[in-house]
């Protein structure tokens, strides 16, 4: 296991030359070095090796990765070593791309066309969502994270934050907070998808189900 709340899970050990890697690794860091490069054929334990690193530095860590497939498949991998940790995904949420484009012999116009995968858009938002929430995070990334999601003070403002028991909340106060940060009010429980909510009226008291774009259930807020 590592410091700063990283808790690496390994039936192994470093062996071989990983030991002397990771300490040079680590040395490097801690000297401010901006570059260095690990080299090793495939199968040699580059990624255990810096698992290593981020378990022992404790340091927030970003990993990019030329294509999806790959970034899928190392943050699995990765997952499976720090199973407590926040190991997040974030790449580009486009199923199919199609840039627009002009053909000038037949003077045509091609629009552009495009299909989101709410899974993967889904993933992107808990990835954003783990950075401001703790800092045991490894974000492993595509090229796409190098385009801005905006400032971080604005996502922050854009919170809607309900305390268990505050009661600084009515049904229409919370309703108009989650309207204004783009949620859509559903017609029903049955039809909620991400980033909706339904209200539920109650005699009591009232539930509002709200779906945030990161989670894989909604969640139920009671206000009395």
Partial sequence: GGKGGFRLE????PTGDQPQAIDTILERL?????YLVLQGATGTGKTFAIAQTISRSARPSLILCHN??????????LKSFFP???????????SYYQPEAYIPAGDTYIAKTSSINDELDALRHRATK????RSDVIVVASVS???GLGLPTHYLESRVCVDVG???WTVASLAKSLRDNLYVEAPSCEGMERGTFYVRHRAAASDVV????????PVRVRVA
């Fill in 10 to 13: 390994a039936p192994y050990e």
């Fill in 145 to 147: 994270c190098i385009y």
């Fill in 130 to 133: 783990s950075l401001f929430e």
């Fill in 30 to 34: 801690d000297r401010g070095d901006e």
């Fill in 68 to 77: 999806k497939t790959l970034a899928t498949q190392l943050a699995r991998e």
């Fill in 166 to 168: 505050g009661g600084e």
């Fill in 210 to 217: 709200i779906w945030p774009p990161y989670e894989e259930e």
């Fill in 84 to 94: 407590s940790n926040a190991v997040e995904l974030f790449v580009s949420y486009y």
